[in-house]
């Protein structure tokens, strides 16, 4: 069994690795499409094409993310501590029953 700094450390780096590896796979998927469809050939794309194109898949994965992460902070802080509350207050009745 790992030591607890160590999972964190491997959750640190699959996380590090999904980022950076995620835009690829799309940028992959992305090209396989247009190829398949016949809107680009294969030798169409330049080097900085390419990174263009991955950079922007990059920054989309990022602002959704963020937006994700955003969302779920929401829901959490005020859904959560609103639920809380309620069970504290159903507790509360049936103890003075």
């Known amino acids: ?3 607890a700094d160590s999972r964190d450390r491997i959750a640190v780096a699959l996380i ?3 980022v ?3 835009p690829a796979v799309v940028l992959t998927l992305t090209l396989s ?7 680009i050939a294969a030798g169409q794309l330049t080097p900085l094409e390419l990174l ?8 989309l994965l990022l602002v ?14 005020h859904d959560l501590s609103a639920s809380l ?13």
């Open 1 to 3: 069994m790992l030591p």
């Open 16 to 18: 590090a690795l999904l």
């Open 20 to 22: 950076v590896l995620t």
């Open 33 to 39: 499409f247009l190829t398949v469809t016949g809107d």
């Open 52 to 59: 263009e194109l991955y950079l922007l898949d990059l920054a």
């Open 64 to 77: 959704v993310g963020y937006l994700l992460y955003r969302l779920l902070m929401r829901l959490v802080v």
């Open 85 to 97: 509350d309620a069970l504290e207050g159903d507790e509360s009745d049936d103890s003075s029953e």
